[in-house]
């Protein structure tokens, strides 16, 4: 990835596990807005913790079959980034609840979990090896504008 950040700016999105309903709603987001987001001159990386082959057919979901992707079972990257591992409170709550059922009804539904259930998310700019901007959930149903995070804007 490092490379790639030589060459390019990236945001660097880190799932949840893939049956994650708001990793889902979080693709179908980058999905919807891809072109805004690479209209700011980033490339758009997913780092998931499943095979390359569950990466490609989770963002085959989305069309973004054509994303980077890396995969990171070992959560190596999550670590280096600073994303821990989420706490009951953070996982499971009245607003993740309320989040689950939104997001749920606009058809981002739960699926079978691959990766640790208890990852938390997050995004970043990456350019020339540094993190320019950085976004670390809050809750697992934090979502985020990533045209905001793209354009630089305040995101929470």
């Not at 070992?74 to 989040?99: I, K, S």
């Not at 739960?110 to 350019?127: L, Y």
Request: charged share 25%; aromatic share 8%; net charge positive.
């Amino acid at each position: 990835m490092l490379s790639w950040s030589e060459r390019s700016p990236l945001l660097v999105v880190f799932l949840r596990h893939h049956g994650c309903t708001f990793c889902r709603e979080a693709l179908s987001d980058i999905g919807a807005r891809r072109r805004e987001i690479e209209a700011t001159g980033l490339t758009i990386v997913a780092v998931h913790m499943g095979t390359i082959e569950q990466g490609l057919a989770l963002l085959k979901r989305e069309e973004l079959h054509d994303v980077l992707q890396v995969s990171d079972p070992e959560q190596t990257l999550y670590q280096l980034f600073g994303l821990r591992r989420g706490r009951l409170a953070q996982l499971f709550n009245w607003f993740v609840v309320l989040r689950t059922l939104s997001a749920t009804v606009r058809g981002h539904l739960a699926g079978r979990a691959i990766g640790d259930t208890s990852q938390m998310p997050g995004a970043f700019v990456v350019h020339r090896g540094e993190v320019v901007r950085a976004f670390r959930h809050k809750t697992a149903a934090d979502r985020l504008d990533y045209v905001a995070l793209a354009e630089g804007s305040d995101v929470g």
